[in-house]
């Protein structure tokens, strides 16, 4: 009785280890997801994501590959030991490559919608390879030999049948002596009955050779003389990304499929590897977790848990980076494109946008302004005198002096800038972009327009956007005057200063002016 009741106990006692246990591991998960949730520079989040991940596995390092697909390659950067190195794996190792690394029949119907196609041959040999079949073929010992491959079916898609029609003739091949050219003849033969059964345009066999890391093409029909090899040498993450399968290598120089390249680049040694892929919302593989040589023994199923449980809301933060930075690279080339429009506007003036924007940021970096700070007046900057795509030309150029009309038309240009980007949509802190972008003519002394504020009231990035835009028309040709020396130019802010222009603004001016000219 009294033992019976003891069992019970420890029972429950270990049950609530396991609950603790399990506790702290969800309250790890969730402080992670809050550190990563914070930064949305991808560059910061990928080495963000790897000392994360190492601390929460215990693991020595970590490594995060992004595909990419338009260059077919795997890139990362690496927090730890590889200063800002960034390391491009191929993923040119084709369809073929794929199916023997993984033993897998692989079943394409639109190759070139297949990220990890490989275009090279097509592009080599004037193909369009359209539907792919790929069958592994095996050895006695079940190790992977060589791949059949059948390419393009002239009537839809590769059926299921096409398939197991495929594995047959796989299995005969697997009993082939390739040094017997008797032998050699029977397999062809073999595999061009199975391409016309198949009525397919093009048919490859491809054995692998395990000490050189390729494969070497038997039959590559219609491509003479041609002697395809592929290399095998892209490594566990490689893999990863093609197949979409975890993988826990235990020992991985004993592991043939291990790409040594970056450890003898490195002089890192790889013991063991946990990796699993990154899937987006659809389910498309956007990336490879790595992590390597655990402190302790080696990775277990239970690593692997955690590690996938991670990887899905990992996923989810990489694409909020991608897809933001995709964003601001789109806002800065609409940017670009407006401060081009007034460019276009006036050839006189054209690149006066680009230099208030050089100027501004100069000042604010002289005043010790922070990055957020400088790109929304590098913005600011840009887009300043958008208004003035409003203004007549023969006003805007006009030679000599203005008339009091034509010199109130031309102070329309603010009212105009500020109408037009209060109709965009500027994003966080972009918002305080039209108010500063249309204040650069305010003056301290209240003789500004439009609004005539005073002093304070001006905002302080509208006051360093008055002394750059001054000092830049000062110092270029203009269609009324010819360009003044700078030392006449900073004579003039000087007079203004307190009155006209912030003086801490036009000290800052100056310091930048001069370091530029010691540049
Ligand atoms: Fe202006």
Not at 159 to 174: G, H, I, N, S
Request: some cysteine; glycine content about 8%; aromatic content about 8%.
């Amino acid at each position: 009785m009294k033992t019976g009741s003891s069992r019970e106990f420890h029972a429950i006692q270990e049950k609530n280890r396991a609950l603790s246990s399990e506790n702290e591991q969800l309250r790890k998960i969730y402080e992670i997801g809050n550190t990563l949730r914070a930064e949305r520079n991808i560059d910061k989040l990928l080495p963000l994501i790897m000392v994360e991940i190492s601390k929460f596995l215990d693991a020595d390092r970590a490594t995060l590959f992004l595909v990419d697909l338009e260059r077919r390659q795997l890139w990362t950067k690496f927090a730890e030991g590889m200063g800002e190195d960034r390391i491009y794996i191929g993923l040119k190792m084709g369809i073929v490559g794929a199916c023997v690394l993984t033993g897998k029949l692989i079943n394409v119907a639109s190759a070139y919608e297949d990220p990890y196609f490989n275009t090279e041959i097509d592009l080599q040999t004037g193909f369009h390879t359209e539907s792919v079949l790929c069958a592994p073929i095996f050895n006695s010992g079940k190790e992977v030999t060589g791949a059949l491959e059948l390419l393009t079916k002239r009537t839809g898609v590769f059926t299921a049948q096409d398939e197991q029609k495929v594995m047959k003739t796989a299995a005969k091949l697997a009993k082939i002596d390739f040094s017997s050219p008797a032998d050699e003849k029977r397999a062809k033969s073999q595999v061009y009955v199975l391409r016309k059964a198949l009525n397919c345009e093009r048919c490859a066999l491809f054995m692998l050779d395990r000490d050189k890391g390729e494969l070497r093409s038997i039959i590559a029909e219609k491509i003479q003389g041609w002697n395809i090899q592929l290399s095998l040498n892209l490594g566990i993450a490689g893999l990863i990304a093609v197949t979409g399968q975890d993988l826990i290598i235990p020992d991985a120089y004993a592991d043939p499929r291990f790409d040594k390249t970056v450890d003898e680049r490195t002089g890192y040694i790889t013991r063991c590897i946990l990796g699993v892929p990154l899937k987006n919302q659809i389910g498309e593989i956007i990336g490879v977790i790595e992590v390597m040589n655990k402190n302790k023994g080696i990775f277990t199923g239970s690593d692997l848990e955690l590690l996938k449980s991670l990887s899905s809301f990992i996923a989810i933060f990489i694409e909020n980076a991608l897809l933001f930075e995709e964003h601001n690279k789109q806002f800065k080339s609409m940017i670009e494109v407006l401060a081009a429009s007034i460019d276009a506007k006036d050839t006189m003036t054209a690149g006066h946008s680009q230099k208030v924007a050089e100027y501004s940021i100069g000042i604010a970096r002289t005043l010790g302004f922070g990055d957020e700070e400088m790109d929304i007046l590098g913005v600011a900057a840009m887009l300043h005198d958008l208004g003035k795509l409003g203004t007549d030309d023969h006003i805007l150029k006009k030679p000599g002096q203005l008339t009091q009309m034509e010199f109130e038309h031309i102070k329309e240009h603010v009212n105009h800038t500020r109408n037009i980007l209060n109709k965009m949509s500027f994003m966080l802190k972009y918002r305080k972009v039209p108010i500063v972008a249309s204040s650069h003519h305010e003056r301290l002394d209240g003789t500004g327009y439009p609004d005539g504020l005073r002093g304070n009231q001006i905002p302080f990035m509208a006051r360093i956007l008055a002394a750059a835009d001054v000092f830049e028309a000062l110092t270029t040709n203009r269609h009324y005057r010819d360009a003044m020396p700078v030392e006449e130019a900073f004579r003039i802010l000087d007079e203004g200063k307190g009155s006209k222009f912030d003086e801490n603004v036009v000290k800052a001016l100056k310091v930048y002016y001069s370091s530029q000219l010691a540049a």
